[in-house]
């Protein structure tokens, strides 16, 4: 089966900094495009950040120069290291995964996600 299990999040303080990981597992993560979203209630889901198989990244405009997505294809692993992180960067994170393999393009697997606060 496939599954997506990001680590702990975790309660910090604004300005500081803080690292998130996914492990994949169960399908042919190198040929995957790999997301982050996050989702805070009674707000609209937002794409993050997102790396390809070939590693070209983007970014949201609320994160872009704070935010880094990277990849460990040996790992089956995706991270997203979060700089200066503000109040609103508060929400639940989710690892996405967006296959490109013919058979199943276009499908999404998603992590059950994990809490992030930052507040004073």
């Known amino acids: 089966d496939v599954q997506l299990v990001e680590s702990r999040g975790g309660l910090v303080q604004p300005g500081a900094a803080l690292s998130v990981s996914c492990q994949g597992s169960?399908?042919?993560?190198?040929?995957?495009?790999m997301r982050w979203y996050r989702q805070t209630p009674g707000k609209d889901r937002e794409l993050v950040a997102s790396?390809?198989?070939?590693?070209?990244?983007n970014y949201s405009d609320s994160v872009k120069g704070r935010f880094t997505i990277s990849r460990d294809n040996g790992k089956n692993a995706v991270y997203l290291q979060m700089d200066s992180l503000k109040s609103d960067d508060t929400a639940v994170y989710y690892c996405?995964?967006?296959?490109?393999?013919?058979?199943?393009?276009?499908?999404?697997?998603w992590g059950t996600g994990t809490l992030i606060v930052v507040s004073s």
């Open positions: 169960g399908f042919s993560f190198s040929s995957y495009t």
């Open positions: 790396i390809s198989p070939t590693w070209a990244t």
């Open positions: 996405n995964a967006l296959s490109h393999i013919g058979w199943n393009n276009g499908i999404d697997y």
